[in-house]
């Protein structure tokens, strides 16, 4: 009784002096998948399971400082024994953020990261785990420029000599990025560029780097708005070989009415050519974005594995329905098909692969309760049980259901 009563005279403190809050998240997440990411066949069941987000997220800030510490617990139910201590709990983000006059802040420490649309940044809200970056990052804000430089260097120990890394050698070694941005009356203008060093395995010191940098163009009406981006990859593979890859990526929205909204689009993943020759890879990889958030929920495409580095050309139609305040209803189409020529056996294959069909349904009860759940499924051709393996005969689905509780426990915010 003591330590509450003591915890609660030093929330009245930093309430005179400073702004402190905590907020809880629980967000379980029920799942029924029957040909997710890959083609079922006769010899596979369907799998069911419900896994679960946990967070406890405290932010402060008083004067020039601002911090953060997010804890959090991921587990699927059922996979700890009973009257067993297992310690999950980790630390999703752990950083501290410095004003340096009315420009200029500098914010250090574990951070999720996003950009854009989150295509080669992401904080990766779906995974129950998420996703954070052990960095330092300079931030220039005035007049509306948005200037981002952020630097990091990774080792998995404490050591005495060297800066080998092969225990995590599958992770960047260093990163370092840039993000411009400015809006000019209904324009959006933005640069974005990374490079990330990767250590060649077998090797305690051979670092192989890889750039990644473009535009992206935004331009929005009352009813209309349009994004381009495109992005040039190069430099080395951490195998040492070379890079030259790209991707496009076109998006048209439509406000149909206040309730409406449909939107069209492309993405265009460069890979590499059966027929030619391949002293260079030509497979775009979306380094740290979002999985999920593209080519269908079924998650069949993201990395250059998931199409044996043939690249993807991924046409796409979305419509948003408001039923109401409170509940949005939608239903996406994408066709698949193969960007490079793919031999099998020594013949080349049909570059189409499938469609898929998403329907998902969100629903906001209250300020901290949403619910949200969906289906998909997926209808696949001959090209894709080569690429993917399965029997592109059976039918492929995929559903779920998940709650979001995250309400605030306590502020001091006015």
Do not use: C
């Amino acid at each position: 009784m003591k330590k509450i009563i003591l915890l609660f005279l030093i929330m009245i403190s930093i309430n005179a002096y400073s702004q402190f809050e905590i907020q809880g998240v629980i967000r379980p997440r029920a799942e029924y998948r029957n040909g997710y990411s890959s083609l079922r066949d006769s010899l596979v069941e369907y799998a069911g399971f419900i896994t679960q987000r946990t967070r406890l997220n405290l932010k402060f800030s008083k004067g020039i400082l601002t911090s953060a510490i997010s804890f959090y617990d991921f587990r699927v139910w059922g996979d700890q024994p009973l009257k067993t201590d297992m310690s999950s709990v980790g630390l999703n983000e752990g950083w501290v953020e410095v004003a340096m006059g009315n420009f200029f802040y500098v914010k250090f420490g574990r951070q999720a990261i996003g950009y854009d649309n989150n295509r080669l940044f992401s904080k990766v809200n779906w995974n129950q785990i998420g996703a954070a970056h052990d960095l330092v990052l300079l931030k220039y804000r005035n007049s509306g420029w948005i200037l981002d430089f952020g630097a990091a260097f990774n080792q998995a120990s404490i050591n005495n000599f060297s800066t080998d890394y092969s225990e995590l050698i599958q992770n960047y070694k260093t990163l370092n990025f840039l993000w411009l941005r400015k809006q000019f009356g209904r324009a959006d203008l933005a640069f974005q560029a990374i490079a990330d060093g990767y250590q060649k395995e077998g090797t305690k010191s051979t670092l192989y780097m890889r750039f990644t940098l473009g535009p992206i163009i935004k331009y929005k009406q009352d009813k209309w708005d349009i994004a381009v981006r495109g992005f040039y990859q190069g430099g080395k593979l951490q195998t040492g070989q070379d890079v030259s890859a790209y991707y496009l990526n076109l998006d048209l929205g439509v406000k149909i009415s206040n309730k409406i909204k449909l939107m069209g689009g492309i993405e265009s993943f460069s890979g590499n050519d059966a027929t030619e020759n391949l002293n260079t890879d030509h497979a775009f990889n979306i380094l740290y974005g979002s999985r999920h958030k593209f080519n269908g929920t079924m998650d069949y495409f993201s990395v250059p594995a998931t199409t044996n580095r043939s690249g993807l050309v991924n046409p796409y139609l979305k419509l948003k329905f408001s039923a109401s305040k409170k509940v949005d209803i939608f239903a996406d189409y994408y066709f698949f098909r193969l960007y490079g020529d793919y031999l099998n056996n020594g013949e080349l294959i049909d570059k189409n692969l499938g469609n898929e069909i998403d329907l998902k349904v969100k629903a906001k009860l209250m300020k901290f309760l949403k619910l949200e759940g969906g289906y998909s499924f997926l209808l696949a051709t001959k090209s894709m049980e080569v690429i993917k393996g399965g029997n592109n005969s059976y039918f492929n689905s995929w559903a779920y259901f998940m709650i979001t509780v995250d309400p605030v426990l306590f502020t001091t915010k006015k």
